[in-house]
């Protein structure tokens, strides 16, 4: 019930195009969503994040769409770049005020072709 | 303002001995955890310590431990390593607990633990 499943595992993408992460939760106690990206040899940054009370949140190319009733939230990057090439990790936690524990997605390698 | 930083970046030992992992976090954060990361398992949670006490604990054995200081700064020690635990080892500090509303977790580049 703490698992986030995430998919696909890897995507290819064509530049210009867009690209579209998904991911799925069962512990309904989930109140924050989280997403982040990870370049080879660097840590996880933050990318955009999202509450379960809205159903959608914009920042730039990147958009996350939340189903609360579905347990399901995406992750869209409008005009893919290939400077967006990366892995990209979906997240929740519980309490995000309070707590630095995030439970991840297996990661999703994104690859956007010139 | 630095970010997070953890020494040593990479690091080899024998299987059978023990090693110690250092984080610095951003400063004003007093919130620490640690993540390993690996190709078959992904980013999975270890343990969180937020003034000097620990406050969330994965499901990892008791090999894995770790301890915060009072200037919020962390350390992880895996003791007896293992092939298995080879891996990238991530510190990430927050504001969480501190009053503030919502929070954004910022890791570190992480250190390279290799097995042999």
């Known amino acids: 019930q703490q698992q986030v499943k995430q998919s696909p595992q890897s995507l290819i993408v064509q530049k210009g195009g867009i690209s579209i992460i998904n991911c799925a939760y069962e512990n309904t106690a989930f109140d924050y969503f989280p997403w982040y990206q990870q370049f080879p040899g660097k840590g996880p940054a933050l990318l955009i994040a999202?509450?379960?009370?809205?159903s959608e949140k914009k920042e730039g190319r990147f958009t996350i769409s939340f189903n609360k009733s579905a347990k399901q939230f995406s992750l869209h990057i409008m005009d893919s770049q290939p400077g967006d090439s990366a892995t990209y990790f979906c997240?929740?936690?519980?309490?995000?005020?309070?707590?630095?524990?995030?439970?991840f997605g297996q990661g999703t390698t994104l690859q956007v072709k010139p | 303002k630095a970010g997070v930083t953890q020494t040593p970046r990479y690091l080899i030992k024998t299987r059978g001995q023990q090693v110690t992992l250092s984080c610095s976090p951003i400063s004003g954060h007093r919130s620490v955890s640690w993540y390993q990361q690996t190709p078959g398992q992904g980013l999975q949670f270890l343990f969180e310590y937020f003034s000097e006490t620990q406050r969330n604990k994965g499901n990892f054995p008791g090999r894995f431990s770790g301890r915060q200081f009072s200037n919020s700064r962390s350390e992880m020690n895996v003791s007896t390593l293992e092939l298995g635990d080879s891996a990238l080892y991530l510190c990430?500090?927050?504001?969480?607990?501190?009053?503030?509303?919502?929070?954004?977790?910022?890791f570190g580049e992480g250190s390279w633990l290799t097995v042999v």
């Open positions: 999202i509450r379960p009370d809205v």
């Open positions: 997240a929740a936690s519980i309490g995000s005020s309070n707590t630095g524990k995030l439970i």
């Open positions: 990430a500090s927050s504001l969480a607990g501190q009053g503030q509303a919502g929070n954004t977790i910022y």
